[in-house]
């Protein structure tokens, strides 16, 4: 039965299903040797790619591994045009995990929207979080041939959230540029835990995109919605260009981070949407220690932790490796200023820990906060737990369904071969009665001139007996 007529693919549109592989094993090859499809390191020698055969369609499963495949289905143009390499990165795996998607079943543009992404907040040395990648960009399937019929995944910006365009408004000849990878020998691949469970999908699914909770503001962190505020901030009226961005990495980071205004980290740029927020560190003031009378103003403590200290006066005497202390610091030696530098020291301290109290009180209710959030995050933990337990029936389902829809195909292969078997039988048959009642016809027609033969030779007796007679 073709795959096309199959239960298992009708819901795929048929654009997809009218799509066959175009790349030669020998394109492949040269493409492996250059570099573009892996990464560092001995990963060309863990993998092998392989042209798919005219009959593949990129939706097709791996029916001898119907659960996790020992191959990987892959777009040409993931590599070509955006610079993403195998493995996938950390984030592009949770992202996929997260959204429930195959990366083949993504549209380039997704691909692309994906890459910049990362680019960007790596170049800012923000947080990579699936969660503001989803509250930021919507992936959803067109539904071009009915709600029925499922295509490409695409994505769309939120609303007053544009911070990317598209790379290509129509992007074309990328549907037949389908191959396969597959670990070499007993080497774990990528898509695969140590306990061997898969990371992502791998196969095409008619309710990819559907399994995942749409984000909202209102369900991010404080760090998620600085993130996501801070793209909003810098990016939403320069609308990013995918395509300038992957051409040239390099230059598209030094440009990011001049609009950033030479500002990293998600600290040092929450200033831009926390206008009133402080980026300083306050300065600790300790008295510095010296010959005079009169105690002199306290110096702070400089960022290192260093104490600055006045030229010619306190510690600046203090020399030698050895950290002796120079003779000249101890020749107008007072035991009274140890006392008022002592009284002074204890007076400054109650006057800082006044000033921390504040400090204290608000790290006090961080503290509740976190131990709260601990408590949130446990929860979370065992709804996803539940929520993966949940998906692995529902998919032991649909492997117990693929098994008895595999064993009825068989039981109705078996039942064709009968029925042709029984035609054959029937028509030997049929040949042998008309062979007998050919034979009867012949055997009926002998014995019907045998009839008439005697019948004639009784009448001929019968007319003799009667001139005898006469």
């Known amino acids: 039965m073709p795959y096309e007529l ?25 493409l492996k040797l250059s570099e573009v499809i892996f990464g560092g390191g001995d990963m060309k020698g ?44 950390d984030f592009q795996q949770r992202l996929l995990n997260r959204a429930s998607v195959a990366p083949s079943q993504l549209h380039p543009n997704v ?43 695409s994505v769309r910006p939120g609303k007053h959230r544009k911070i990317f365009g598209l790379y290509e408004d129509s992007f074309h000849d990328f549907k037949g540029c389908l191959f396969k990878i597959f670990p070499v020998g007993k080497h774990r ?11 992502f999908p791998r196969y095409w699914s008619r309710d990819a995109g559907m399994d995942y909770v749409p984000v909202t503001y209102k369900g991010l962190n404080a760090d998620q919605k600085d993130t996501a505020d801070i793209l909003v901030k810098l990016f939403s ?54 010959p005079s009378k009169t105690p002199v103003e306290p110096q702070p403590i400089l960022a290192g932790g260093d104490v600055a200290f006045p030229e010619g006066g306190g510690l600046s005497n203090v020399g030698g490796a050895e950290g002796l202390v120079h003779e000249e610091v101890l020749k107008d030696y007072d035991p009274m200023e140890s006392i008022r530098w002592a009284e002074w020291a204890s007076h400054r301290a109650a006057t800082i820990m006044k000033s921390i109290e504040p400090w204290l009180i608000a790290a006090d209710q961080w503290e509740g906060r976190c131990v709260k959030l601990n408590g949130d995050l446990k929860a979370l933990d065992l709804q ?15 492997v117990k369904a693929k098994g008895d829809l595999k064993s009825l195909s068989g039981k109705l292969e078996a039942l064709e071969r009968e029925k042709v078997q029984e035609a054959e039988r029937r028509k030997d048959r049929k040949s ?39």
């Open 111 to 153: 691909c692309s929207v994906i890459r910049c992404f990362e680019l960007v907040t790596d170049s800012l040395r923000l947080p990579q979080d699936p969660e503001v990648f989803l509250y930021l960009f919507t992936l959803f399937s067109p539904n071009t041939e009915g709600k029925t019929k499922k295509g490409y995944m």
């Open 237 to 290: 009226e320069r609308n990013l260009k995918p395509k300038t961005i992957s051409s040239n990495p390099s230059e598209a980071r030094e440009a990011i981070v001049d609009m950033a205004g030479k500002e990293v980290t998600l600290e040092r740029l929450c200033p831009l949407i926390h206008p009133g927020a402080s980026q300083s560190v306050p300065a600790i003031f300790v008295p510095a220690p010296g």
């Open 384 to 398: 996803r737990i539940e929520a993966e337990k949940e998906k692995l029936v529902a998919e032991q389902a649909r």
């Open 46 to 89: 863990r993998y092998r790619v392989e042209a798919s055969c005219p009959g593949d369609r990129v939706c097709y499963l791996n029916l001898d591994h119907p659960t996790v495949p020992n191959w990987l289905w892959v777009n040409k143009v993931m590599f070509t045009e955006f610079g993403i390499r195998v493995p996938f990165t």
């Open 189 to 199: 691949p990528f898509w695969l835990s140590l306990e061997g469970q898969g990371r």
């Open 6 to 30: 199959s239960p298992i693919y009708r819901w795929v549109s048929r654009d997809v299903l009218g799509a066959p592989p175009i790349l030669s094993q020998a394109y492949l090859d040269e």
């Open 432 to 470: 042998e009665l008309e062979g007998e009642i050919r034979d009867l016809r012949k055997s009926v027609f002998d014995e019907k001139a045998r009839a008439d033969k005697v019948e004639a030779s009784l009448a001929k007796s019968e007319r003799s007996h009667e001139e005898v007679v006469g």
